[in-house]
């Protein structure tokens, strides 16, 4: 919220200075465009109003159809850092920001090295083995707990395991409640 007014700011003295230095070269590249798209009408009553104030017009409309443009897309893309204007493709905290490498707290304010970049692969790749291993730890211990607390026996059994599955932080106590209908 903080980096809005810079942003727009700058914009503006952006578009300014577009504007004006346009203005100043209209004449120039204004009749470049001309003689080379063929739309010369020398002769024309409308070719002094058209080759000049009024060929302006039509510049002010692009330049701010631009700016809005430019706007929308260095709001899309821009670092998440308040008054930041690198590009932010570095995602952080899982794609909540988009980050420049300044700004992104695994490059330390510096451009990711050969070095880093390995070393980050390294720790994804080890999280992701880890991340696996655990789930698959917690599936063995859904589908063994719930035989282990009911000693394998008795008729809420397999309605227990069945409930055991879904819900991994069940204990027994909550089990028996799902086994109550069950016997009435
Ligand atoms: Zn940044």
């Known amino acids: 919220m903080k980096g ?3 942003i727009t700011t700058g914009l503006i003295c952006a578009a300014v ?9 209209a004449r120039l590249v204004g009749h470049w465009v001309e003689v080379h798209t063929g739309t010369v009408n020398e002769p024309g009553p409308y070719y002094g109003f ?8 039509t510049e002010f409309a692009i330049i701010g159809t631009i700016a809005t443009g430019v706007y929308q897309l260095v709001k899309k893309y821009n670092c998440h850092y308040p008054g930041c204007w690198r590009v932010g493709n570095h995602p952080a ?3 909540q920001f988009s980050l420049c490498y300044r ?3 695994d490059y330390q304010g510096k451009k990711p090295t050969l070095d880093l970049i390995q070393r980050l692969h390294n720790e ?8 696996l291993g655990k789930l698959h ?3 063995q211990h859904s589908t063994d707990r719930p035989a282990a607390a009911n000693g394998g026996s008795g008729p809420g059994a397999s309605a227990a395991q069945a409930a ?5 932080q069940a204990d027994p106590g909550t089990l028996d409640v799902t086994a109550i209908p069950h016997d009435t």
Request: no cysteine; charged share 10%; net charge neutral.
């Open 50 to 57: 058209w080759s000049g104030f009024g060929s302006d017009l």
């Open 137 to 139: 730890e917690v599936h």
């Open 164 to 168: 055991g599955s879904g819900n991994t």
């Open 17 to 25: 200075v577009g504007v004006a230095l346009w203005v100043i070269h």
């Open 93 to 95: 905290a899982g794609g």
């Open 124 to 131: 994804h790749l080890a999280r992701q083995a880890a991340m």
């Open 103 to 105: 700004h992104h707290p």
């Open 4 to 6: 809005r007014p810079i």
